[in-house]
């Protein structure tokens, strides 16, 4: 029964996430707002020129509670730690503001952070400011940027964000192999599938 519940959760998020438009920021673009101030968890006041490395800048869209992305945690941590293995920067940001009096507080990322052994920012993007600039909805959301600050990839992390078991493509991590190989990203683009990011009103 509880599989089922869960199933049947999963499902609803995946229809309400599909109703928004994949309307991001398109292939080629430079790196938006790259100065805007964001509190991680460290208690640091950072910004995306912080994070950004030699060879590049993941910026994930992510939170604390949704489903799926507690069904991506590992693989979550994995292609960070990763992309930090090849100078690649990574930032988390949690752009629910709807939901920051809640599970999604700051108080909540601190520990959240700890629990996954984050070593990299985890940030709070106030007022959204981040994800409406980067015309993210989902969590978890990935944007990689190449060592020029372009954007080579933008989607979900591989091509089975439900079921970790189906995976035949981990989309996010071959295209940082192509990008540090100075190749053309070869799958540019895949849907994010996730909860909507909870914006105020």
């Known amino acids: 029964m509880k599989t089922k519940l869960i199933t049947l959760l999963l499902g609803i998020f995946a229809l309400s996430s599909s109703v928004h438009a994949q309307n991001g920021l398109a292939i080629g673009s430079a790196l938006p707002k790259a100065t805007i101030k964001m509190k991680d ?21 992510s939170c604390n509670t949704c489903p799926y992305v507690i069904k991506n945690q590992q693989r979550t941590k994995d292609i960070c730690e990763y992309a930090k293995s090849k100078n690649i920067g990574v930032i988390i940001l949690n752009a629910n503001e709807g939901n920051r009096a ?24 106030s007022n959204n400011d981040l994800a409406d600039a980067f015309g993210a909805n989902r ?32 989309h996010l991590q071959e295209a940082m192999n192509e990008t540090l190989a100075d ?19």
């Open 102 to 125: 809640n599970e999604d507080s700051f108080a909540s990322m601190k520990e959240y952070a700890k629990a996954q052994n984050y070593k990299w920012f985890y940030a709070v993007d």
């Open 183 to 201: 190749k053309p990203v070869t799958v540019k683009e895949t849907r994010s599938v996730g909860c909507v990011i909870k914006r105020k009103g």
């Open 41 to 61: 968890v460290s208690g640091k006041v950072v910004c995306l020129d912080d994070a950004k490395e030699s060879n590049g800048l993941l910026v994930m869209f």
């Open 139 to 170: 969590t978890p959301e990935c944007f990689l940027f190449d060592k020029n600050g372009k954007l080579v990839y933008h989607g979900a992390i591989d091509d089975s964000p439900s079921d970790e078991t189906k995976v035949s493509r981990h």
